[in-house]
C-alpha cells in the first residue's frame, strides 16, 4: 500500500512517531525562550548569565551526542531514543518544579542536553534503517519539517501558558507532555525498524579515526557550527533584540519570531523532493545562506517599518529551512566505513557547539553593544558558513550511489 507522495505504509509509521519525538526536542529547545525575560528577573541574573544556561544545555548534549551515535549502533535505536526523550521531559518538569537558584537550573538543563543528545543519532540511524534511497531526501525533509513545527509550538505554548500558570507552570505542562509521548513510543515501539544498524562493524577508535581524518566530515562539522551560530541569534536572541529596537511589547515582536519560524517550514518538503534529484548539493546550500545573510542584515539596519521585518524574516527562515534536507542527503552519502548515526552524532555536535558559542557570544553582544548587532552577527556566521562549504567535496552525489 502507497501513501503519502509514494512512501509504502509502514515507512509513514516510522516517520510519524520518529517526528513525533523529533517534534518534542524542537520544543524544548525555544520554549523558554519567551520566558528568558521571567527568568532573568525571577532567579536575579544578567542575559550573559542567561546565555551560559543556553551554553550548558548545548555543552551536555554536545559533549553527549557522539558517545549515543556509538551506543546507537550497538544496542539500537530504538532504546536510545526512548531513554533520551523521557531524560528530557523529566529535566524540565523538575525545572518548573524545583528551580530556586542559578545552579540548580544549570544542573537541570545540563541533564535536559543529556537528554537531548539522542535525537540525532537515533533518529536519522533509525530512519536510514528503514526508508528507500530514492525516498530518503524527501523523509529527511518531512522529519526536519515536524522539528520546526516544534521550533513554532514551543515560544506559542510558553507564551500562552505563562499567564495562567507563571513560567514554572509552563515548563512543567511542557515537561509531563514530553514523558506522554515516550509512553507512546513504548507502545509502540514494534512498528520501528531497526534493521542492520545495531551490527557493530568497527571499533569504536577505528570510527573516530575514520571522523576525524575525513576533511569532508571535519568541514560538515563546522558548517553545522557556523549555521548554529547564524540561527541562533535570531530564535533565542530575537525578541530580546526587537524590543528596543522597534519600541514594541514581547508579545509583538514575538510574531516576528514565530514568521521566521513558519518560513523555515514552507521551504522543507520542496527541499526534500529537491534533494532526491540534485548531484550539486553545494549550489542549493550557498544559495539559501546567501539569500538569509543579506534578509537579517537588513533586519539589523531598522531601514524598514516592523510589519515589512516579518515577511523578510519569513524568507529568510524559508531558504534556511529549504536547504536542510539537502545537507542531510549530503552527510547521508558520506557514511562508508562509519555507520549513518554515528556520523550525524559527529557533525550534528558542529550545531551544540554553536549554541554553546552563541549562548554566551550573543549574551556578551546584546548586554555590552546596540540590539542591531544581533542581526549583523547573525548575517557574519551565515556568510561563515557558507565559506565553509566551498571547500568542502562532501557537497556533491557520489557517483557510485545507487538512485
Known amino acids: ?22 517534534l518534542l526536542s524542537h520544543v524544548y529547545m525555544l520554549a523558554l525562550a519567551p520566558l528568558a525575560p521571567s527568568l532573568i528577573k ?20 554536545g559533549i553527549f551526542q557522539t558517545p549515543m551515535g556509538f551506543l546507537v549502533e550497538r ?7 526512548i531513554f533520551g526523550l523521557i531524560l528530557n521531559a523529566a529535566a524540565f518538569l523538575l525545572i518548573g518544579a524545583f528551580v530556586s537558584s542559578y545552579w540548580t537550573i544549570l544542573i537541570l538543563i545540563g541533564l535536559a542536553g543529556v537528554g537531548n543528545s539522542v535525537f540525532h543519532p537515533a533518529d536519522y540511524s533509525l530512519l536510514s534503517a528503514s526508508i528507500g534511497n530514492r525516498r530518503m531526501g524527501r523523509a529527511f525533509s518531512i522529519h526536519t519539517f515536524v522539528g520546526h513545527i516544534g521550533f513554532i509550538l514551543g515560544p506559542i505554548l510558553t507564551t500562552f501558558l505563562e499567564p495562567f500558570f507563571g513560567w514554572r507552570g509552563a515548563v512543567m505542562v511542557l515537561g509531563a507532555a514530553g514523558l506522554s509521548v515516550a509512553v507512546l513510543l513504548i507502545v509502540c515501539r514494534v512498528i520501528i525498524t531497526e534493521g542492520k544498524t ?20 571535519l568541514l560538515f562539522f563546522v558548517f553545522y557550527m557556523l549555521s548554529s551560530l547564524a540561527n541562533f541569534g535570531i530564535t533565542q536572541f530575537s525578541i530580546l533584540a526587537l524590543q528596543p529596537l522597534y519600541g514594541l511589547e514581547k508579545i509583538s515582536v514575538i510574531g516576528a519570531l514565530t514568521a521566521y519560524q513558519v518560513g523555515a517550514l514552507l521551504l522543507v518538503l520542496p527541499g526534500g523532493i529537491l534533494a532526491d534529484k540534485i548531484s550539486r548539493y ?22 524598514f517599518e516592523f510589519w515589512m521585518i516579518i515577511p523578510i524574516l519569513c524568507l529568510a527562515g524559508a531558504v534556511r529551512g529549504g536547504v536542510n534536507a539537502t545537507r542531510d542527503v549530503a552527510v547521508r552519502h558520506m557514511a562508508a566505513t562509519v555507520p549513518v548515526g554515528t556520523i550525524f552524532g559527529f557533525v550534528t555536535t558542529g550545531f551544540l557547539v554553536g ?43 557520489p557517483v557510485s550511489v545507487k538512485e
Open 1 to 22: 500500500m502507497e501513501a503519502l507522495v509514494g512512501f509504502p505504509k509502514r515507512e509513514v509509521q516510522t516517520i510519524s512517531l520518529i517526528g513525533f519525538a523529533h
Open 75 to 81: 544496542i539500537g535505536g530504538r532504546k536510545v531514543l
Open 42 to 61: 525571577d532567579l536575579n541574573i544578567t542575559a550573559v548569565d542567561w546565555g551560559v544556561v543556553l551554553a550548558v544545555f548545548a555543552i551536555f548534549t
Open 198 to 217: 545495531i551490527q557493530k562493524k568497527s571499533s569504536v577508535m577505528e570510527s573516530l579515526r575514520d571522523l576525524l581524518g575525513s576533511k569532508p566530515v
Open 282 to 303: 553545494d549550489i542549493v546550500i550557498l544559495c539559501g545562506f546567501g539569500i538569509a545573510a543579506t534578509g537579517i542584515f537588513l533586519v539589523g539596519t531598522t531601514m
Open 355 to 397: 549554541q554553546a558559542i552563541g549562548g554566551v557570544i550573543y549574551g556578551y553582544l546584546f548586554d555590552n553593544y546596540l540590539p542591531n548587532v544581533i542581526f549583523y552577527a547573525s548575517s557574519i556566521f551565515f556568510v561563515l558558513a557558507m565559506f565553509s562549504i566551498l571547500f568542502n567535496s562532501g557537497t556533491r552525489k
